[in-house]
């Protein structure tokens, strides 16, 4: 799953190397306190901080003796120190380290998701101002409903990435927090000084209470926000999807050049992209119901959520990562059909503009039963016999006399339904 999913930058904060420099981090600022407060003498701080190394193949020796992580990397660390080494992770329990390192990580991995929204965010408004009034058919129910904007299907997306950047700004914000509380989480062996000296230093908000852990309930609110983010790329890639299909063919991802889309049939181009954010974005969800069943541990502490959040933590970040990756660069290079964009509007002779004609007859004066009523009738003669609409509606006595052939004609027109769409583009700041 790394090796395929993994950007370099996503890769170097969910490195061991990385997890055990911010171990290291934590500790070097703990000891910093502890001479702060005169607990510890400021000569062994200061060495502590300069001689303090750890070396990841003698930490995974240790790790096979002691089968702690933890451990195993504070004795690989004092092995690198001298007298000064008894000061290192005075007073600290194994998660005051632990939970306060993984939200530097979780903060440095949010910051790389963010950056790739904003670019999704320039992609999507780059499309919507180039198809602001191309007319396209929209769909309801998988069916040909009225002529709308190309561009407003960017548009929306749009809106819900900006929705995606706030929400992951304030679940990121949720779990920007640490604790140097000890083993329950009430300070008996350690002053709460060097708890806000260490958050601090680390740009983070000491937790209000906590126990030998921080609450879960903010992880699984991070994850269940990377699983709407996922939710929303895979709202975009399925309706990519379904505008690719052979008998549509209004939209496709990129396809280029050298790539093979079948190992038996050299006619086809899938839509691979696109299909794999589907199916990521699931993977997402389920990380999701695992964060929640996180949240309730025994009493002050177990354990039942280290190994699995060693898996979805890296995992759902790196997923939500490459997905937005693969996103931006469909949305860049993503192949529209003008021709085909109008033939499709065309495909049900006229159709899709009865409700045009039923207000028109409306204002002409007859009641909206009756007109609806008229309006449909000529709309079931199209659909039986295979008739243009417009050609039913004329043959009709009662559409004549009150609209008359030019009023009918200037119903069928697709511009009309663009007429408005400047509105929706004002509210969304791309006027």
């Known amino acids: 799953m790394i090796e395929r999913y993994t950007r ?27 001479a702060d407060l005169g607990m510890i003498p400021r000569e062994a701080a200061v060495l502590i901080a300069e001689n303090a190394a750890f070396d990841l193949d003698r930490i995974e020796a240790l790790e096979k003796e002691t089968r702690h992580d933890v451990v195993a990397f504070t004795r690989c660390v004092t092995e690198s120190l001298g007298e000064e080494g008894r000061y290192f992770h005075f007073g600290l329990t194994s998660y005051d380290v632990v939970d306060t390192a993984l939200s530097v990580l979780i903060r440095e991995a949010a910051g790389l998701i ?15 101002l180039k198809h602001k009034k191309t007319p396209v058919v929209g769909r309801t129910h998988g069916v040909h409903a ?17 929705r995606d950047r706030q929400r992951l700004d304030r679940a990121a914000e949720t ?7 000890g083993a329950v989480g009430n300070f008996a062996h350690i002053d709460p000084f060097i708890e806000e000296y260490v958050c601090a230093k680390l740009d983070l908000e000491p937790a209000p209470v906590s126990t030998q852990v921080l609450q879960r309930d903010r992880h699984a609110e991070f994850v269940g926000t990377l699983a709407i983010i996922g939710a929303t790329l895979e709202k975009m890639a399925l309706e990519i999807r379904n505008l690719q299909r052979t008998e549509t063919r209004e939209l496709e991802e990129p396809f280029y050049a050298g790539q093979k889309g079948s190992s038996a049939m050299p006619h086809k181009r899938n839509p691979v992209t696109c299909e794999q954010v589907c199916g990521l974005s699931r993977l997402l969800r389920g990380y999701a119901g695992t964060a929640l069943e996180n949240v309730a ?54 159709l899709i503009y009865s409700q045009r004609v039923l207000l028109e007859l409306v ?30 509606l004329a043959e009709e006595a009662a ?7 030019e009023k009918l004609e200037s119903c069928f027109d697709a511009e009309h339904y663009l007429s408005r769409v400047d509105h929706v583009y004002r509210r969304l700041g791309l006027d």
Request: one cysteine or more; a negative charge.
């Open 146 to 162: 009225e002529p709308t904007s190309l561009g407003l299907k960017f548009a929306l997306w749009l809106c819900e990435v900006r």
């Open 399 to 405: 559409v004549q006399e009150r609209l008359g052939s």
């Open 8 to 34: 370099p930058e996503m890769d170097r904060i969910w490195s061991l190397e990385n997890r055990y420099q911010k171990f290291l981090d934590v500790e070097i600022l703990a000891s910093e306190a502890w």
């Open 175 to 181: 779990v920007r927090v640490g604790k140097l509380s």
């Open 114 to 128: 963010s950056q790739g929204l904003s670019e999704l965010d320039e992609a999507l408004k780059d499309q919507a």
């Open 297 to 350: 541990l025994w009493h002050e502490r177990d354990i039942s959520h280290s190994s699995v959040e060693r898996v979805i933590l890296p995992d759902s970040t790196i997923i939500t990562d490459h997905m937005v990756q693969q996103m931006i660069r469909v949305i860049r290079d993503l192949q529209v059909y003008p021709g085909q964009l109008a033939r499709n509007l065309e495909l049900t002779g006229g």
């Open 363 to 392: 204002e002409s004066g007859l009641s909206r039963e009756t007109a609806y009523n008229l309006v449909q009738d000529c709309a079931m003669k199209s659909w039986d016999n295979g008739r243009p609409f417009k050609e039913v």
